[in-house]
């Protein structure tokens, strides 16, 4: 240390000292040799790595597992990368249960095939997997609700685990957890009824095959099973083949609908249009709502709020004549309706090329009109002839 | 006086709707699966079908859309009013007597069929900061039978 404090002063001051300074070079040297020995080596073991990918050397197969130690340290930085990530994550007090069913539903259609279901085998070819996808009724208590709700939207990278397949749809993973917190208290037939799935003998001959996917979440009534899943029967036919467009192409952000859309051809989509707007509607079941809340959402459907800019709903939604590509909204499940609502306040809904026009009116909305209106829809069941 | 007279036939049409309300639903069934597969083309082609006279009444059942049934139609008169229809919206300005307006778009505009077209499919481009949304995705020709009768509303 004093030898380098003297070093200015030995360059400016004599000859003298040059002497000395040769001498702490000297002294320096193996330092520097041992810098030279770790620059070369940081900047060779890459090339040596990429050269053993290029000749093959890493073996790839999954015969035989990874090993020991390679497990061991990509379960721990699983495991730690969740752990620390699912901080972020706002998990709310009591997990909405109102999505269970569509929830069951797409764990039946898109989950189930790897992670096995209550009363199902698993195909041998998936317990060959390298990682084995987990049995969710064994492991679902290792984590917290933050925790599977950041697997379930985000995946798991070298698993296989894909991400949830919207963006912008937290409730829906919000949905699967309250779910796969259901689920390791189901036997075969509970799962089953959940999940909606058909038996067969109520289908009909002429409806198309991709029906008894609808009939899952939607009911083979199409009146919606559980709160959050849309009443299809008696539906505007326009809407809801536009919308099931919109599915497909992305449009409209779903993870439980795009999985049944997609691989639909057009003539099937519409079918299956016609086949729920031909469904008699009827009103669905709905919490006890105060009169005046429903007071107040009949006041914003039929007269808007003026000084907040907000036109009636029914100009478009009510009324004969009206473009077919507006939704019917009379008897439609309030917590729905609430939804969807808040999706178009965000702008994380989309929908048919006319949502931006929902999406500018429900700007205009507070929690408290959203709640009142959904209210107000849900509750008329005049039917739409 | 011509225009008095196209007033009340289709003030006579907006009548028309509620009590025909049972047919327009049936025949909108009736057409949807050709209407769902493509409603762009099949709004154009009931559009030149109907282009030489847009204004006529809709008396029968395969009543031709008027500028009046669209606007109607499309949720104008949820926010707009024109006196005389049931569009009686008081977030927008009245358009009872738009057609007679010097000039549109706070003013940015000249008040032709064409000017106002454009705003109505991009009001935002003409007037930042309007509350009025885009309506750029109907079709062009419904647009323009929209602003032809806008403009003939003196």
Known sequence: MPAHQSHPRANSSSAASGKKDGAERVANQPIKVRLKHVLIGTICLPVVILLGAWIGFFNVGASTGHWKVTSLFLDLAMRSAVRTYALTVNAPKTLDRRGLAAAAGHFARGCAICHGAPGELRSPAVLRMLPQPPDLRLTVADWTDAQLFRIIKHGIRFTGMPAWPARDRDDEVWAMVAFLRELP????NGFRALSGESTGADREPAAPAELAECTRCHGSDGRGRGDLVPALAGQKQDYLFASLQAFASGDRTSGFMALPVTGIDPAAMAALAKHFAAQPPTSVDRDQIAATTIK???????????????????SCHNGPGRNPIYPRLDGQHAAYLEEQLKLFRSEGRGGTRYWRIMATAAQRLTDDDIRAVSAYFSSRSESPQ | MLSTAILSLLVGCALL???NGGIWVATDVQHQPAAAVKPSAVATVATIGTAPSPEAPAGSEQAPDTGLSLFLRNGCGACHTIRGTEAGGTIGPD?????????IG????????EAIADFIARPDLMKPGVKMPAFDMLPKAEIHKIARYLKALQ
Not at chain 2, 95 to 103: D, N, T
Not at chain 2, 106 to 113: F, S
């Open chain 2, 17 to 19: 709707f509620p009590a």
């Open chain 1, 296 to 314: 107040n959402g009949q006041q914003i459907a039929q007269a808007g709020i003026p000084q907040r800019n907000v036109p009636a709903c029914s």
């Open chain 2, 106 to 113: 706070a003013g940015v505009l000249p008040n032709t069929e």
């Open chain 2, 95 to 103: 358009l009872s007597h738009v057609g007679s307006r010097r000039a």
């Open chain 1, 185 to 188: 208290k189901l036997d075969a």
